[in-house]
């Protein structure tokens, strides 16, 4: 017999912390990765649990074939298949989701504790309440945003989060969340009056392979050139 108490399961052996039930908002780039990243560490893996993936208008077939084979970080060592309207990974089920509008997303019906916002669309506090007014306790947005709650760099400030006030929480970008921790070090070391940096990117979706007509003349050229 179990009884569950505050998200905690109650066995007559004592009390296990149930797993965090994660969703994933998008499924390019940094959902993918992210779904990979949870899957091959073994203590994400025993905290947390991918219960659905919203994928827009994407079929099932073709979100295991993308997942399955990445161009840059290779075949997935794992077993991908799909059947009906779930993706199985390393024989777990993931609920597949097709919608455009996150409020219509059934977050409540499937018991989410926190939506991964992967999509790059909802990155304001409006956008990411939808998530809230679907049925999520938490929404983590993958990118800078506007009007979060908090924003958390990891290494950094992780113990900034509040889970009684903070809702809506969102990531820096790629460049800050690499930045920050080193940039921390030398701050807490010896202090900084002023600084200058420089990244080397990786290739992001706003960039074209031919030149184009676009009001930023850097982002207008062709990216591999």
Known sequence: MAWIVRGIIFYKGGAMRRKMRIAIN??????RNFLRAVLQDPQAHEKLQIVAI???L???DFVGHMFK????MGTYPGLVSSVGDELIVDNRHIKIVNELDPQLI???QLA???VVECTGKFTNRAGAEKHLT?????VLISAPAEGEDVAIIPGVNEADFNKNNDHIVSLGSCTTNAFMTMLKVLYDAFGIEKGFMTTIHAYTNTQVLLDVNDTDLRRA???AL
């Open 106 to 108: 059934p977050w409540k």
């Open 221 to 223: 050229r062709a990216a």
């Open 112 to 114: 989410i504790d926190w």
């Open 69 to 72: 084979y990445d161009t840059l």
């Open 26 to 31: 998008g499924f390019g780039r940094i959902g």
């Open 134 to 138: 679907a049925g999520a306790k938490y």
């Open 58 to 60: 994407a079929k099932v």
């Open 54 to 56: 919203n994928v827009g």
